[in-house]
């Protein structure tokens, strides 16, 4: 419960759905669904659509290949939409 006494009504406004072909995906969810083109990354490794408040985003399946680290750790790296490489990791059991 919210402090205000209503309820938090949660909603679903983004989502990444990882594809082979951006661009298509794009294309076709665009035409199928009416959903609007916000962002298509002239690479073709992310896009964006929205209808109302909601967002799919569009990347390719496999970025880079994860890696595992020798202290135990497998790591992964993603471009974000600004393309900053984000770092992403496991957790390590002490």
Known sequence: MASG???VRPAFAYTVVYVRDVAKSAAFYSAAFGYSVRRLDESHKWAELESGSTT???TPLHQ???EQKNWGQKVGY???IDGIIVRIGSHVRE
């Open 5 to 7: 006494g209503g309820a």
């Open 56 to 58: 799919i985003a569009f």
């Open 64 to 66: 880079r290949e994860t």
């Open 78 to 80: 993603v471009r974000d």
